[in-house]
């Protein structure tokens, strides 16, 4: 099969399953603005209030529109907004750990994937002295505003030292 057709159909897919019902009405939000399970899944009952992180509307995603450059990887990512109405979602439902890996996972949104691959593996055992590792803390906390993953971070710098596991000079 044809790649460039299989990627379409892949997309397609992806699209009607993400679009499913969004013609319907939205569900109400609960007092205090928060998401419940009621609201999910989100991309069929709350479909207006789900942007990408560009701004443009969950409903103005496209197929077409990415195959004309409209759209860009950019605008096909996951908002924190919309990561932080998930894990309201988690929370109603008593999913708390969950929810915590949502928010978390917002948190980094805004470090670029080349640079969370370095912290990936700035982080496995015995490829980072502590001051690198606290270095790291500090530009996802100062740079990025990603303070529970700085804290994660300054966490492992801690125990990496506590069980020798920091980088030998």
């Known amino acids: 099969m044809d790649q460039e057709l299989l990627m379409k159909q892949i997309v397609e897919q992806v699209m009607a399953a993400m679009n499913k019902g969004t013609v319907?009405?939205?569900s109400s939000t609960p007092a205090g603005g928060r998401m419940t399970a009621a609201n999910y899944p989100l991309a069929e009952k709350e479909a207006a209030k789900i942007k990408t992180p560009t701004g443009k509307p969950f409903s103005s995603l496209s197929y077409e529109k990415v195959l004309s450059g409209e759209?860009?990887?950019?605008?096909?990512?996951?908002?924190p907004e919309t990561l932080e109405y998930q894990a309201q979602v988690a929370e109603s439902v008593n999913r708390e750990a969950f929810a915590g890996n949502l928010r978390r996972a917002a948190e980094l949104i805004a470090v670029p994937d080349e640079r969370l691959l370095e912290i990936?593996?700035?982080?496995?055992?015995?490829?980072?002295?502590?001051?690198?590792?606290?270095?790291?803390?500090?530009?996802?906390?100062?740079?990025?505003?990603?303070?529970?993953?700085?804290?994660?971070?300054?966490?492992?710098?801690?125990?990496?030292?506590?069980?020798?596991r920091l980088k030998k000079f």
């Open 71 to 79: 759209l860009t990887s950019d605008d096909m990512r996951i908002s």
């Open 24 to 26: 319907s009405a939205p």
């Open 120 to 164: 990936y593996n700035a982080l496995r055992p015995y490829r980072s002295t502590k001051q690198e590792l606290i270095d790291i803390a500090n530009e996802l906390d100062g740079k990025y505003g990603a303070k529970t993953a700085a804290g994660l971070v300054r966490e492992a710098a801690e125990v990496y030292e506590k069980r020798d």
